[in-house]
């Protein structure tokens, strides 16, 4: 792969959190005003402001974070447990505002994935999509799923297994449609990442890349993180050109960079770390 520079980073600022917040996950608002955080143990969802430093807490409960379009609407997931101790999961919209909670897919065993397009929300349940427009008309755009480890895409509420590397003993991981809805990033486990068509066609491999993020039709930003078999060593951030000829790291092996969060703008990438630090890496195009 060559070395040329696909995004340039003008600056990287850590978001003094209060002593006792914790960020496992982070998910950067569309406009890239605001940070929202869970921690290692789905306690809750809370809220950075980048222009007021303000840090609240929005949810009690949930994890799984995807903001929509409107900045004021967000897309989590919930557990809960039956009297034989059984997970299920929910998928519930919550508006910042107002804290109206509603629930787009009640308790499931069997949930395969959540996507959102604008301020349209689809969710996969035994590959069968519910999709909910929160704000405006329904976004038609293809969405990606997982179910018993195969990767599946869903168009006009059709839900196909693709599986491009193949289907037997494969276990799909991450997968993310891109924003033209042309292609899908995917990691395949023991194996690294790849970029394919949406219908399944013509993978190309991105090597090591894992929670692997579009930054815009042509680009995935993703971590390259090593253990030593009980915890987290190193992990850079890198950005990859879609057809695999570029690779450029972002955030260095030091950095401790992992699950990064782009705005839909890409000026910003939210990402955390194993000590539960938040950084925000403001990007110039």
């Not at 303000?54 to 967000?74: E, F, P, R």
């Not at 069997?110 to 349940?125: E, H, P, Q, R, S």
């Not at 006009?156 to 297994?161: D, E, L, Q, Y």
């Not at 390259?224 to 850079?236: A, K, L, M, P, Y």
Request: charged share 20%; net charge neutral.
């Amino acid at each position: 792969m060559g070395n040329a520079q696909l995004l340039k980073v003008s600056s990287v600022e850590k978001v003094p959190l209060p002593e006792s917040a914790s960020a496992s996950i982070s998910t950067i608002s569309p406009d890239g005003s605001f940070v929202l955080v869970t921690d290692n143990f789905k306690s809750g969802i809370s809220k950075w402001d980048i222009s007021s430093a303000a840090y609240t807490q929005v949810s009690s409960t949930g994890y799984s974070v995807s903001i929509l379009d409107d900045c004021s609407t967000i897309v989590y997931r919930e557990n809960s447990f039956d009297e034989n101790h059984l997970r299920y999961v929910s998928v519930k919209t919550l508006d910042l505002a107002t804290k109206k909670v509603a629930t787009i897919v009640a308790p499931t065993r069997n949930l395969n994935g959540v996507a959102v397009a604008g301020n349209t929300v689809t969710a996969i349940d035994s590959r069968r999509a519910t999709v909910k427009a929160v704000k405006g008309v329904k976004e038609s755009r293809p969405t990606a799923s997982i179910d018993k480890g195969q990767l599946c895409i869903t168009v006009n509420g059709k839900t196909s297994v693709i599986s491009p590397n193949g289907r037997e003993g494969q276990s799909y991981l991450w997968p993310s449609v891109s924003p033209d809805g042309k292609k899908v990033v995917y990691y395949l486990a023991a194996t690294g990442c790849f970029v394919a068509n949406i219908d399944g066609s013509n993978p190309v491999a991105l090597g090591i890349l894992r929670a692997a993020k579009w930054y815009d039709n042509n680009t995935v930003v993703g971590m390259v993180d090593h253990d030593n078999g009980e915890f987290v060593t190193s992990s850079s951030l890198m950005a990859v050109s879609a057809d695999g000829k570029i690779r450029q790291e972002i955030a260095p092996e030091n950095a401790m960079a992992m699950y990064p969060s782009i705005s839909a703008d890409g000026s910003k990438i939210s990402y955390t770390t194993p000590a539960g630090g938040l950084y925000i890496m403001n990007i110039t195009k």
